[in-house]
Every structure is written in C-alpha cells, then in structure tokens.
C-alpha cells in the first residue's frame, strides 16, 4: 500500500511548544468536577457547611498529569481512592481557590458546558468571601446558585430542603436581633 | 471578612489567548481513548479486522466541546450513545487518522501515560498503511502491540487466542504460497 499521506503533511515529528495553561483547561475541562457541597454542621450557627472544591480524577497507573496540575497551580492535595483505584487531586481552600484557581478559569476559559459550572463556583466563592455563607439570607442564595451546578450529578441534600431549613432559622436568628418593627 | 486576595492578583478577569490545540490535547488526555479493536471477520484471508478509533464522550449536554474538536480535526463522526446519555466525538478512517489525529498528537503531546497508548496506536496505524494487518505475521505483531494498550480496559477477545489462531493460519497460508524449501 503506498503512503496516502501527502508530501505536504510530512513535517517534523517533534514536539511543538505545547502551552500549558491551555492545556489544563481542556484537561480539567475533560476530567475535572467543580462542586459546592452543602451538609449540616451542629456547630455552625446556620447550620450547614458549605465546602467548594475543584476536583480532577485518574487512573493511578495515569497519575502523573495531576503532579503536573498540583504543581501548576500551587495548592491541592494528590489522594488515592480506594474504592476505584483512582488517584485524585483536589483543592479545597476557599483561599487558594479563590487566589490560584479561579484566576486561572477566567483567563483560559472552559469550553465546554462545564464553564457554567465554573460560573457558579467562581460568584459562590466570592460570596463566601463576603461571609454570605454564615447567614440565613446569603447561604440561600448559594444553595439556589450550587443547586445549578452538575445537573447530572448525585446530591446528598436536596437544595429545597435546605432551603427550607433555613427559612426556619432565618426567622428565628435574623427577626429578633435585627428588627424591632 | 476582609478580601483575602492581595492587589497584585486583582488583574484583569478577560480571556487571554487559549491555544486551542494544546487545549485539545489536555481534553484528550482526559477524556480520550486511543483504541484498536480487533475482531473476527471471515471474509477476510486473515480471519481478523483491525480497527483503529480515536473517540472523545462528553454527556450530552456538554457536548458542543465535541463539535469543535470534530472541527478542529475536520473528520470524525458525532454519534449519540443511548446507553448512558452521552455523545461521542470518534474518528475512525485510518487516512483520517494517519493525515490528521496522529500528526497533532506528535506536535502537542499528551502529558499522561496515555502517551503510551498513542505511541502503540500511531505504530499500529503506520504498520496498517503497510499492509501488515493483512497477513498473519504482520498481525501477530499488531495483535502484541494493542495488548499493551489501555490495561485497564476490557477486551473482547484475549490476545493469545487471537495469535494462536494467527499461528495456525500463517502455517495454511504462507507455507504453501511462498516456501518451497
């Protein structure tokens, strides 16, 4: 069988200069899951934690590229998951999200669906900087924007439960030390 | 709570300039399989169909990452798969392959051991442009080469069955036409 590849197209066979950034976006937006998880904490006076995390998952016999991420982006800790022999990289600090990751994101976009995600996760870290997430009233808000996100995924919480958990504390934290009228 | 992030990060929340093919890359990286399948098929003298296939999923509502990966590399198929809701982005023409998948991935390297896959795949391809799938000697060598690929995946048919059978064939085939010693 002769070559069917044109003259043209035989060029080098090196490496071009891959751009790194670039790279981890498609990568993260392939493999990674941004979340915002949402579960009850007796010792918050709202009663719900909110925890965002960036999350990128592999197979452990493929682990290098997430040493690679961990090590691009600064922060993050590389665990192994028992239940799946996967390995995964995750950055849980609302700091570090909000200083090394999510600067990223707005300067190598997404393009996938999953920017919306990102969206999300990006105005609810904000918001947490703002402590909206430790009162009645904000953390609301941050439910109805996380119950947006991974509309395919699987919730431990239904958001209008909490919701509707909250409503009942708002009424009992809120009124009597902030109103008398 | 005071922002945490110093002045200096406050920079411009623009895009900057994704290069698309290292952004391809990561995706890939991924998400991505390189695969060869082989399978029985009797009209063929060697008993055995190599495929190669390049595929990409994506859940279906994010799958506008796929069309521009299908654009990108100006061939390949969009296909809904109705067992689990996704839609997969595969290319599977080997002149398709040869011309426009293999030489990206020389120039904008996969960073994880995928690598290993590619390099498995690309030798497979070039060796199917040489006819070698088509005899029994040749496909020995290829059905060894797609073994080491992707180890974690399940495989239709066991490597040493197919080369047994390959064995017994070459014996009734090559014999005959070629040897007279």
Redesign the interface.
């Known amino acids: 069988?002769a070559?069917?590849?044109?003259a043209q197209?035989a060029?080098s066979?090196?490496?071009?200069e891959?751009?790194?950034?670039?790279?981890?976006?498609?990568?993260?937006?392939?493999?990674?899951c941004f979340t915002v998880s949402i579960s009850p904490r007796r010792t918050l006076r709202v009663g719900w934690e909110v925890r965002p995390s960036l999350s990128?998952s592999?197979?452990g016999?493929?682990?290098?590229?997430l040493l690679?991420i961990q090590q691009y982006f600064g922060c993050g800790m590389l665990r192994p998951d028992r239940s799946d022999?996967t390995v995964k990289w995750e950055a849980r600090s609302l700091?570090e999200l909000?200083?090394l990751v999510v600067?990223h994101f707005?300067?190598?976009?997404l393009?996938?669906?999953?920017h919306r995600d990102f969206e999300l996760f990006a105005d609810i870290c904000e918001r947490m900087?703002?402590?909206q997430h430790l009162v009645p009233a904000g953390l609301i808000e941050i439910v109805r924007l996380a119950s947006q996100m991974n509309?395919?995924g699987k919730r431990a919480y239904r958001p209008d439960a909490i919701i509707a958990s909250l409503r009942i504390r708002d009424e009992g934290i809120v009124c009597p030390v902030g109103n008398n009228g």
Chains 1, 2 share one sequence.
């Open positions: 069988m070559n069917p590849i044109p197209y060029g066979r090196t490496a071009r891959t751009d790194l950034p670039s790279y981890i976006s498609g990568y993260v937006d392939g493999e990674g990128v592999q197979n016999d493929r682990s290098e590229v690679e022999q700091l909000r200083l600067p707005h300067s190598y976009p393009r996938s669906g999953k900087a703002r402590g509309p395919s």
